[in-house]
């Protein structure tokens, strides 16, 4: 048995999937798996590449039958075997830091953990959202980091996520850009069938950790590597494409349109499936009585604010009354601080390059020049698992 499983669930993008490969393969261990559960239509390119790696750590699994995107997640846990298990998009990467953290965790009982994470934004994406026109396509940014963990209680994380409608995961324990513990997962598995029971695995998966970790920490060093390229949802986010009609997105859960939550808005965005994929995993790991502290309010300000195309839908959810209309006007305002806040920090980030935020001014032009350009830049030595 392994240590650590590397599940890396990929369809048609073969051409970041490759070189993240070639990335995680760099890291001096041979404790690790990578696996990669493949639903393309096409397969015949990354075959014939893997067979040219010719390395027993690339484990590959093929499905070619028309998958939701967890369906595909959870046939590549299920294909794992480590001990402790990972995911990760194609375009994202790890530094090599991760089987330290691996030991850490086993050595202190940890059933998750997460990290700082710096943002690799591939060349291949387009202007990028609230940067003041700044060009990031081939950056990376990299977040000021203090070289400590703290402890995180998973309930009570849980519940500060319920409280802002589900619109953010927060310092949630997660398997998406984290790790966990094996048996974590199988408990969430044998409650509820699935590793990530909701439309969405981040959010789904995230609610139902939370639920079973009885211990979990939060490492800020950077360990994961967020990748954004143009075929990614995060990469469609950031071109202002992570929205349109439930029943057009075909990498969804087929029983998403008849499961869908009375109370939620009828449209497909970063906030709604987030919200419902929260909801979703608190009923099937038999927390619905949780759901007294799912804040629609705040859920249907921020919709307005970020998805006001479809406000006749948000609009028609709204059980409005005085108390209601305050605390929304309330959430609204306080949004949109933190939006203005948002542009003014990467005006001051990007433009004036005044604060502890670095971004890359050089290009880099893969996740793997990107995990070398963290590692060759000797970040200041881990204080953490080097004591």
Known sequence: MKKLSIVIPTKDRVEYLTICLKSLL???????????????????????????????????????????????????IKNSIGSYVTLLGDDDGVTHDIMSAVDWMESNNFDALTSSKPIYIWPDTSRQSNSFTVDLAGKLVINSFNNTYRIIDPNKERQKVLSIGATSLLLLPKLYHGIVRRDVL???????????????????????????????????????????????????GLAKKHTGEIENQKFLPK??????????????????????????????????TEMKCFNFDYLYSELFMYEFFWRDRINEKIKYSIKSSLKM????????????????????????????????????????????????????SNKIWTK
């Open 329 to 380: 006007i309330y959430y609204f305002v306080l949004i949109f601080n933190k939006r203005l806040f948002s542009y003014l920090k990467n005006f001051v980030r990007y433009r004036l390059n005044l604060n502890k935020e670095k971004t890359t001014s050089s290009q880099i032009n893969n996740i793997q020049e990107c995990i070398n350009f963290i590692m060759d830049k000797k970040l200041p």
């Open 255 to 288: 029983e998403t349109v008849k499961n869908w939550t009375e109370e939620l808005p009828f449209f497909w965005s970063g906030q709604t499936i987030w919200a419902e994929s929260a909801i979703q995993s608190l009923n099937r790991v038999n927390r619905s």
């Open 26 to 76: 760099e890291i001096n261990s041979e404790d690790f798996e990578i696996v990669i559960q493949d639903n393309s239509n096409d397969n015949r390119e990354i075959t014939s590449f893997l067979r040219e790696l010719n390395d027993e750590r690339l484990i590959y699994h093929y499905n070619s039958e028309q998958l939701s995107v967890i369906e595909n997640c959870d046939l590549g």
């Open 186 to 236: 199988e408990n969430i598995f044998k409650t509820s069938g699935s590793y990530f029971p909701g439309p969405s695995p981040d959010m789904a998966n995230a609610i139902a950790t939370s639920v079973f970790s009885k211990s979990y920490v939060y490492v800020d060093y950077p360990i994961f590597v967020s990748g954004k390229g143009a075929k990614s949802t995060s990469g469609m």
